[in-house]
C-alpha cells in the first residue's frame, strides 16, 4: 500500500459518488452510457473475491466488494428508474458484446495461469481498459451535436459527464503511479495490469486531446 494508490482509490470513489450523485439530481441519462456502466458491473464482479484461496487484504476485498455494490446500484437505478425515452442521445453505436467478446478471447489466450479464477480475472483486467469507450464515444458525440445545432439547456440534460470522466483518468493516472512506485521499491511487475492500464490511459489522453483541441 501507498500513497499513489489511495489516491487513485479516492479519485474512483469521488466519481463513482459524482455519478450517483447526478443520477439523482438529473431528469435524463443525456450523456451517461448505459453499455459502459454495464460494462463496469462485470468487471467489478471479481468472483476470484469468492474463490481466491486466501485474501490479499481486507482493505482489497472491501474495495472489491464496494465498487461491485456501487455498480449494481448504478445500473439498478438507470434501468428502473429511467424510462428508454430518457436517452434522448439515441442507441449507442458500441455494443456490450462488440468489448466482451476480443476481451475473452484475449484472456483465454494471455493469462499468467489457464485456471478458471485466473482466467475471469484476466477478462475483468482486459475489460476494464476498454469500459470506457462507449462513454468517451458518447460524450464527444454529444458534444459535436451541441456545436452543429442549439446547446441544451443544463437543466435538461449534461454534455458527456465530462467531471465523471476527468475523475475516472486521475484514478488510473494515480494508478500508474502506483505500479512505478512499486517497480522502484519492491521490484514488483504484473505486466497484465500494466498493459491494460496504458491502453486505458491512451484511451482517455486520446479522448481529451480530441475534445478540448479540435
Known amino acids: 500500500m501507498n500513497i499513489f494508490r489511495i489516491l487513485g482509490d479516492v479519485a474512483h470513489l469521488l466519481a463513482v459518488s459524482f455519478l450517483i450523485f447526478k443520477l439523482h439530481t438529473s431528469r435524463s441519462l ?7 456502466q454495464v460494462l463496469y458491473l462485470v468487471v467489478y464482479c471479481y468472483l476470484d473475491t469468492l474463490w481466491q484461496q486466501y485474501q490479499v487484504s481486507m482493505y482489497n476485498t472491501v474495495g472489491k466488494v464496494c465498487w461491485f455494490g456501487s455498480s449494481v446500484y448504478i445500473v439498478a437505478v438507470m434501468k428502473l428508474k429511467f424510462s428508454a425515452s430518457t436517452r434522448d442521445h439515441g442507441p449507442e453505436s458500441i455494443r456490450i458484446e462488440h468489448l466482451a467478446g476480443p476481451c475473452l478471447a484475449l484472456a483465454l489466450c494471455f493469462n499468467h495461469l489457464s485456471t478458471a479464477t485466473e482466467v475471469l480475472w484476466t477478462f475483468s483486467i482486459y475489460l476494464e481498459a476498454v469500459a470506457i469507450l462507449p462513454q468517451l464515444f458518447l460524450t464527444y458525440k454529444l458534444r459535436h451535436d451541441n456545436e452543429r445545432g442549439p446547446l441544451i439547456e443544463p437543466a ?3 454534455d458527456g459527464f465530462v467531471e ?10 494515480f494508478y500508474i503511479a502506483n505500479w512505478i512506485h512499486r517497480y522502484l521499491n519492491e521490484q514488483f511487475v504484473d505486466p497484465i495490469s500494466m498493459y491494460g492500464g496504458l491502453v486505458q490511459t491512451g484511451f482517455y489522453v486520446a479522448f481529451f486531446v480530441l475534445y478540448y483541441l479540435q
Open 30 to 36: 443525456r450523456g451517461l452510457s448505459f453499455t459502459t
Open 164 to 173: 465523471y470522466l476527468v475523475l475516472m483518468s486521475s484514478y488510473r493516472a
Open 156 to 158: 435538461d440534460g449534461d
